[in-house]
């Protein structure tokens, strides 16, 4: 069963979202529900611990590659200290 839920997004995020979406024969919805699913598997416990690239090469069209440059670096502080500016 869906549940509409209603969410906030950068403008900028919102029109590459749409367009990525549109590029892969997806709604919108239904890519943030797929990348959701996947944040919420019970075998990470945090943002910092998942397979990005498994998902992203899901959704692309050709292999992905991604390459984790400090995986120290506190990604929820970061995306909520960008959110204040």
Same mark, same amino acid.
């Given at each position: 069963m869906d549940t509409? #839920?209603? =969410?906030s997004f950068d %403008? %900028? #995020?919102v029109l590459?979202?749409?367009?990525?979406?549109e590029a892969?024969?997806? &709604? =919108? &919805?239904? =890519?943030v529900e797929f990348m959701l699913s996947k944040v919420t598997d019970p075998r990470y416990r945090s943002l910092d611990e998942l397979p #990005? &690239?498994?998902?992203? &090469?899901? #959704?692309?069209e050709g292999e992905a590659t991604y390459v984790r440059k400090n995986a120290a670096r506190n990604v929820k502080?970061?995306?909520l200290e960008s959110r204040k500016k």
């Open positions: 509409k #839920v209603t =969410l %403008q %900028q #995020v590459q979202a749409k367009a990525f979406a892969n024969h997806i &709604s =919108l &919805s239904r =890519l #990005v &690239s498994d998902w992203i &090469s899901q #959704v692309a502080k970061e995306y």
